[in-house]
């Protein structure tokens, strides 16, 4: 009996370390996270939750936020909404320490939807600041006064260590406040957030009950209001109801987020490029034209020429839907706009993509698709240094859920992937090297779920294939 079983035993190991073998030999696509997490519904936060509470006191500003103003981050667009009346436009500000105080007027707007009438949207943007200076300002001018502040970015420059966070598809659930509690504790700091898209989910609502609108800015304010997010539209902001007679895309959007399109000479607020600190950041729309003669076709084509590596050696680009994505949801949404520019963003070195829209965390190998031309037939992704990495980072937590179905197998060129709510973070160390952060809403706040050292392509362009990391 005991040599039978010790036999037994013998091939057991045999097949087992065979089928292990295997796996290294043909799994080399990479890896898809076995994290189990648990499994629950996602809800949104009732309407009389704690992070919706309207500030105090009559005609208090609420909702607000601030966004990079300008091109170079000397510029700051401070917006907040009064409910009871239109109250002032003004925004009073002055450097930390320094008794000079400084007014900007603003404007305001109103909105109309369906059977929803919006409060009073100001903008006032605030122009000339100092570079890596504290500013303190305040809001509510004469009736309830509220005072917040926030940091100017660095001057420009190859060299200058910048920190941004990473929030996709947030919508207004417990696992959204999960997901912004997290960021904000990540002992590493983020310094301003890059936004790619899907903000409120309010269109999931009768008529797209705009008061959620409202009630996400309130949520949200507890971030937005001193540091920068850079916002980018995804498809929950289209807003288009033919059947309530919505025809206008974008409006509540456009009505309540600001961005500085103009100064980098875009025609619409859905696209657009700021530099801040070391970091040039390309924004682009997924729901508006991107064909060629398009107006953001002919503002890209020209934009990239634009780009000083010199001046700023990281290019990241920002957009909604994904281009490389191995979930079932949305599978191929991005392709059209892949097939577009993905030539552009090889030739120019692009360092990384980050995307939302589909609800779960991804992360690419440096590949690309460009060889295709109708009858080569050459039409999968190749291992390409020149590429960007793609970041689906679309697990704010919103009320969809998560995504969870996969392709199977995992295609060679996903690094990792894994169905988990989180936020990410890009750390700028140098003109060389960035480390990036993935971090799932069920660890603590320090721990990492996926990482990274980026090698800046400009300036460092060293092998990142796994077996040459570094
Ligand atoms: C402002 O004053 C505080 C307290 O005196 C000090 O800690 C801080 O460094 C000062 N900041 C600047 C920018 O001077
Ligand atoms: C808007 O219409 C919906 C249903 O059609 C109704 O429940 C809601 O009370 C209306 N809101 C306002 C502000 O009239
Ligand atoms: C949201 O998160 C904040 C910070 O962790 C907490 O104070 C608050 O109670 C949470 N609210 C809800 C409705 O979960
Ligand atoms: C690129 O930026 C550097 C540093 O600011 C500057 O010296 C150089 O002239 C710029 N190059 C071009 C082509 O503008
Ligand atoms: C850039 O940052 C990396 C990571 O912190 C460091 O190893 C490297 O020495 C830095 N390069 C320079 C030139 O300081
Ligand atoms: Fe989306």
Redo the contacts with the bound molecule.
Sequence with gaps: MGPVRRFDLFSFLLVLGLVLNSFVLFCNGGQTSSFVRKVEKTVD?PLD???FRVPPGYNAPQQVHITQGDVEGKAVIVSWVTQEALGSNTVIYWKENSSKKYKAQGKSNTYKYYNYTSGYIHHCPIRNLEYDTKYYYMVGVGQTERKFWFFTPPEVGPDVPYTFGLIGDLGQT?DS??T??HY?NNPTKGQAVMFVGDLSYADQYPNHDNNRWDSWGRFVERSTAYQPWIWTVGNHELDFAPEIKETRPFKPFKHRYRTPYRSSGSTEPFWYSIKRGPAYIIVLASYSAYGKYTPQYTWLEEEFPKVNRTETPWLIVLMHSPWYNSYDYHYMEGETMRVMYEPWFVKNKVDVVFAGHVHAYERSERISNIAYNIVNGICAPVKDQSAPVYITIGDGGNLEGLATKMTEPQPEYSAFREASFGHAIFSIKNRTHAYYGWHRNQDGYAVKGDTMWFHNRFWHPIDESPSFDS
Excluded: A, K, R
Aim: no cysteine; aromatic share 10%.
């Design positions: 936060m939750s704690d992070v417990f406040n999960i912004l509690t904000e």
